[in-house]
């Protein structure tokens, strides 16, 4: 059974950093690139960043560039998310998803399975 799990979510002031960690189990995690996606409240879910499954390539939305930093662990099976310079925009609830490919895609539909969310709450 595969199973996503998602640790590191919670209360941040603007400007300040999070890191975010998926824990991925029941899965060959090599085989399987690696994404962050977002919902906010009342909007779709949409794409934060993805990593390739050798860790080599990585994407990210424009809106967190610069800002966020994926990475993974092979050996751990795990991937985290570090989001620094936090916004009041970033409020939302993050996802972690695999997809059984090379290169992390952008679209929530490509990805075979997911986690069940942790929240940020970005305020000042």
């Known amino acids: 059974q595969v199973q996503l799990v998602e640790s590191g979510g919670g209360l941040v002031q603007t400007g300040g950093s999070l890191r975010l960690s998926c824990a991925a189990s029941?899965?060959?995690?090599?085989?399987?690139?690696m994404g962050w996606f977002r919902r906010a409240p009342g909007e779709e879910r949409e794409f934060v960043a993805g990593?390739?499954?050798?860790?080599?390539?990585?994407d990210y939305a424009d809106s967190v560039k610069g800002r966020f930093t994926i990475s993974r662990d092979n050996w751990k099976n795990m991937v985290t998310l570090q989001m620094n310079r936090l916004k009041d925009e970033d409020t939302a609830v993050y996802y972690c998803a695999a997809d059984e490919t090379v290169v992390a895609g952008i679209s929530a539909r490509e990805y075979d399975y997911w986690g069940q969310g942790t929240q940020i709450t970005v305020s000042s």
């Open positions: 029941g899965l060959t995690f090599s085989r399987y690139a």
């Open positions: 990593i390739s499954r050798n860790g080599r390539s990585t």
